[in-house]
C-alpha cells in the first residue's frame, strides 16, 4: 500500500516536472503527493530555496519567531524595515514639517487609527502594535516579513488580532459561526519569495474597509488583470508586480501619496544606474516624448500627466466608494441590531448602521487639478471649514510654478465628526479587539459620545463633548489600471468646449479657448467684405448691363 | 465691352503659375482644416484636422523656399516693389471707373505685371501676413520643445494662438477680395485664365 503511494507520487511528481511550465500550485492536485518528499516541480528563479534551510524547519508557535529566524541570515532586514512608514506609520513632510503617516492623518473613509490599531494594525508590518503610541518601535522579531514575503496566499492578518496572524482556529468574526484557519507557520516561512501583487494588495487593494474602497485603481481586479485593465500588470502579458515600477532598495519603497512626483522631468533612465528621480513614475521607464508614431502628443507631456489620457477611468473593473456619510450613522433596526441596505446592485450596501451611508460608483472619470507633488493635511487640531467643505489633503500645483502637470483624481467626499468648541476633525473610537469586552467603540455600541470620548484621549486630543458633522474630501491622485493605448482618452475628450479640462485654467487649448472678441471682429471683417465685394460686382454687372 | 484690339502678352512663367494654384490650394485648405482645429466648426474631426493643418503647413512652406529663390534668381522680385503712383487712380477705377467702363488706369508688361494695388497687397501677404502665420505657426509646431529650449519663459500659446488667428483671418479677407478681383478683367474670367495659361490678354499699344 505504503509503495503504491511512494509510485504514484514518483509518477505526479514526472507529470508535474514534465509540465514544467506550470506553477507549482498544481501540486496540491495530486492527491498523493503529501505522502512523498516534494519534487520542486519549477525551477526556481530565486538561487534560495527556503524550504531547504534548517533555520525554517522549525513548527513556528508565533510570527516573532518566524522573524527570528529570518534574521539569522537577513540580518539587517528588520534596521531597514525600521526606517519605513510600513513600520513607523509616521513620515515628516519636510516641505511643511507635517507629521503624516497612518498614525497621525485622518481620512474620510475609517477616519483615523487611533484607539482602533488593534483592528487597523493587520495591515502594519509587524506584530502586537495594540496602541500605537506605546508600541516597540526597536524590536526586530516584530518585524513581521511573512505579510510581504509570503507566497502561498495563505497567510492572513485578521483585524482585532493587532497585526498577528491566527495561531489557533477561531470563530472569525465573532458571533459569524465562521472559523478562520490557523495559519501554517512552518509552511508559509519555507515559501518565503519576492513580494507579489497578491502581497501587496493584501493590503493595498483593500483599504478603506473592503475590496475597490479606498483608490478606485488599485483592488483585487489586479491580481490576475487582463491587458483592458493593465497594460503593465496584464497577467498573460508583461505582468509586472508592483515592485516592477516601485523598485526598492533596502526595503524602502519608492513612490508615496506623500510625496508625488508632480512633474517627473527625467528621461529613462537605466535601472541601476544611480538616479534621484521616482522609478514609480511613467517617465522613469518611458521618458518624456513617448510618442513615435503621433509625435505631436509629446506636446502634451509638459504640461499633462500621463495617467490624465492613459488611466481614462477608475473603478474599470469594478465599482469604488465615492462617498461616505458618517453622520446618518448609529441607525437600527426596531429590535435594537445592526442594518444593512444594500445598494441598487445588490452588491454593495448603502447604508449600513456601524458606518453610515454610502455610495459605490463604477468607470468613475476622474476629477482633474494641477500638481507639483506638494501636499498639505488636515490633522487632529486644524481648524475645519464649518461653512463650506473643508480638504483632508490639498495637492498644490499650479500652471505657472513649472512643477506641476494635470493629473486625474479621485475626490472621496464625506461627512465626519468635528468638535463644535475646538473646530477640530475628530477621531471615533470604532473598532474593538478581537473577543474584547469595550461598550465605547462605535462599532459595539453605536454611541458618539462615548466612541468620540475614547477616541480623542486615544489621540491625545481635547474633546468638549459638543459634535457635529462636516462636509469632507479628500483627493486620490489615480495612477494605476493603465489602459492600452487604443482606450487612451482621444483628442476631442479634452479639445472640446465641454471636454474633461473644462475647468483647468492656465493652459491654452485649441478648440476648447478661443478668444471670443478677436472671432467676432474676424468673422464681421470677413463678411463685410464678402458683402462688398458682392455689392460692387452686382453693380458692375447691373450698370454694364445698362450701359 | 472693350471696342480696343487686343494682344497677347505672356505674363506668367510655368513655375509663377504652378506655385499660384498650389499655394491656392494649401492656404485654402489651410483655412478649412485651420478654423476647424479653432473650434469654428467641426469636419474631418480634431485630430485629422491638426494632421492635415500640419503637413499641408510645412508643404507650403517647401513652396515657399522653392518661391523665394525663384524670385531672386530670376529678378522677379522687383514685381512687388511699392509704389505709390497710380494707387489712387486705382482705387478711383476701383470706386468709379469701373462701373462706367472707364479706361483701366494700369497698363500690364511683362516687367509690370501687378498694378499698384496688387503690389501692395501682394507685398503685404507675402512680408506680414506670411511672416507672421510662419512664426506664430512654427510656435504651435515647436510647442513641444519650448520647455528644453527655454521658450516657455517668454511664450505664450494662448498669444501664439491669438496671433495665428488674426493672420488666418487675414488670409481670409485677403482671399475673398482677391478672388473678387480676378473677376475685374475685360472678361470675367480672363484674369484667372492667364493665370492658367500664362498669357494675359492686354490691350494693344496704340501706334503713333
Not at chain 1, 502594519?124 to 503610541?133: L, S
Request: charged share 20%.
Amino acid at each position: 500500500m505504503r509503495i503504491t503511494h511512494i509510485l504514484l507520487a514518483a509518477l505526479a511528481g514526472l507529470s508535474l516536472a514534465a509540465g514544467a511550465s506550470e506553477p507549482p500550485a498544481a501540486a496540491p492536485a495530486a492527491p498523493a503527493a503529501a505522502a512523498a518528499p516534494a519534487a520542486p516541480a519549477k525551477m526556481l528563479s530565486s538561487t534560495a530555496d527556503h524550504s531547504k534551510f534548517k533555520e525554517l524547519q522549525q513548527s513556528f508557535k508565533s510570527g516573532p519567531e518566524v522573524t527570528k529566524a529570518c534574521l539569522s541570515c537577513h540580518t539587517e532586514a528588520a534596521k531597514q524595515i525600521h526606517k519605513t512608514k510600513h513600520w513607523t506609520w509616521e513620515w515628516v513632510n519636510p516641505e511643511n514639517n507635517q507629521k503624516l503617516g497612518k498614525k497621525n492623518v485622518i481620512n474620510n473613509f475609517c477616519t483615523a487609527t487611533a484607539s482602533n490599531e488593534k483592528f487597523c494594525s493587520s495591515c502594519h508590518v509587524g506584530y502586537g502594535m495594540e496602541n500605537a503610541k506605546t508600541f516597540d518601535y526597536t524590536s526586530e522579531t516584530n518585524v513581521d516579513c511573512l505579510v510581504c514575503h509570503d507566497t502561498t496566499g495563505a497567510y492572513k492578518k485578521l483585524p482585532g488580532l493587532a497585526g498577528h496572524p491566527t495561531y489557533k482556529d477561531i470563530e472569525f468574526p465573532p458571533g459569524s459561526g465562521k472559523i478562520a484557519k490557523a495559519v501554517d507557520l512552518p509552511k508559509i516561512a519555507q515559501a518565503v519569495g519576492k513580494t507579489s501583487r497578491d502581497t501587496c494588495g493584501a493590503c493595498h487593494f483593500f483599504g478603506g474597509g473592503g475590496d475597490a474602497v479606498k483608490h478606485g485603481d488599485l483592488d483585487s481586479s489586479l491580481k490576475k488583470p487582463a491587458k483592458y485593465l493593465d497594460v503593465h500588470m496584464d497577467a498573460k502579458g508583461l505582468n509586472f508586480s508592483c515592485a516592477t515600477c516601485h523598485a526598492t532598495q533596502g526595503h524602502n519603497i519608492p513612490g508615496s501619496r506623500y510625496t508625488p512626483t508632480g512633474k517627473a522631468e527625467d528621461a529613462a533612465h537605466m535601472r541601476g544606474k544611480e538616479n534621484k528621480g521616482n522609478p514609480a513614475s511613467c517617465q522613469s521607464c518611458h521618458g518624456s516624448a513617448p510618442h513615435k508614431a503621433k509625435e505631436r502628443l509629446n506636446s502634451h507631456t509638459d504640461k499633462i500627466a500621463c495617467q490624465t489620457c492613459h488611466v481614462p477611468q477608475f473603478a474599470r473593473a469594478q465599482p469604488t466608494k465615492m462617498t461616505w456619510d458618517w453622520s446618518t450613522a448609529g441607525k437600527l433596526t426596531p429590535d435594537g441590531k445592526r442594518m444593512k441596505i444594500p445598494d441598487a446592485s445588490g452588491h454593495h450596501d448603502k447604508y449600513d448602521s456601524i458606518k453610515g451611508n454610502f455610495t459605490y460608483e463604477s468607470d468613475v472619470v476622474p476629477e482633474y487639478a494641477w500638481l507639483n507633488g506638494k501636499v498639505k493635511y488636515t490633522l487632529l487640531g486644524d481648524p475645519v471649514n464649518t461653512q463650506g467643505v473643508t480638504k483632508i489633503n490639498e495637492y498644490g500645483g499650479s500652471p505657472t510654478d513649472g512643477q506641476s502637470r494635470i493629473w486625474p483624481l479621485k475626490v472621496f467626499r464625506g461627512k465626519q465628526p468635528y468638535d463644535l468648541e475646538t473646530k477640530s476633525l475628530l477621531v471615533p473610537h470604532t473598532a474593538v479587539g478581537y473577543g474584547e469586552k469595550d461598550d465605547s467603540g462605535f462599532w459595539a455600541n453605536y454611541k458618539w459620545d462615548a466612541a468620540l470620548k475614547a477616541g480623542a484621549a486615544a489621540a491625545g486630543q481635547p474633546f468638549s463633548g459638543k459634535f457635529d458633522f462636516v462636509s469632507t474630501e479628500m483627493s486620490w491622485p489615480i495612477t494605476h489600471m493603465v489602459a492600452p493605448k487604443a482606450d487612451a482618452l482621444t483628442c476631442t475628450q479634452c479639445h472640446a468646449k465641454n471636454g474633461r479640462l473644462a475647468s483647468i485654467k492656465g493652459v491654452y487649448m485649441p478648440r476648447r479657448d478661443a478668444n471670443g472678441m478677436l472671432d467676432i471682429i474676424g468673422w464681421l471683417l470677413a463678411a463685410a467684405t464678402l458683402a462688398g465685394v458682392l455689392i460692387h460686382g452686382g453693380l458692375r454687372t447691373y450698370l454694364g448691363r445698362k450701359g | 465691352m472693350s471696342a480696343h484690339a487686343m494682344q497677347k502678352l505672356y505674363v506668367f512663367k510655368i513655375f509663377e503659375r504652378i506655385w499660384h494654384w498650389s499655394q491656392a490650394g494649401l492656404i485654402i485648405f489651410l483655412l478649412i482644416t485651420g478654423f476647424e482645429v479653432h473650434g469654428s466648426y467641426a469636419n474631418f474631426g480634431f485630430e485629422k484636422a491638426v494632421n492635415y493643418h500640419t503637413i499641408a503647413a510645412w508643404s507650403l512652406v517647401g513652396l515657399w523656399v522653392f518661391a523665394i529663390f525663384w524670385h531672386f534668381t530670376t529678378g522677379e522680385w522687383k514685381q512687388y516693389i511699392p509704389t505709390l503712383a497710380k494707387v489712387d487712380a486705382m482705387a478711383k477705377y476701383y470706386l468709379f471707373g469701373i462701373f462706367v467702363n472707364a479706361p483701366h488706369p494700369f497698363r500690364l508688361t511683362t516687367l509690370k505685371k501687378h498694378n499698384p494695388l496688387q503690389r501692395l497687397a501682394y507685398l503685404g501677404v507675402m512680408l506680414f501676413i506670411g511672416p507672421l502665420i510662419w512664426f506664430t505657426g512654427w510656435f504651435y509646431i515647436f510647442f513641444d520643445k519650448w520647455h528644453a529650449w527655454g521658450w516657455d519663459k517668454y511664450l505664450s500659446l494662448e498669444w501664439v494662438a491669438f496671433f495665428h488667428t488674426i493672420a488666418a483671418f487675414m488670409m481670409l479677407l485677403f482671399l475673398i477680395a482677391h478672388v473678387y478681383l480676378t473677376t475685374t478683367g475685360h472678361t470675367p474670367l480672363a484674369h484667372i485664365k492667364a493665370m492658367i495659361t500664362g498669357w494675359e490678354e492686354v490691350e494693344a499699344e496704340e501706334k503713333k
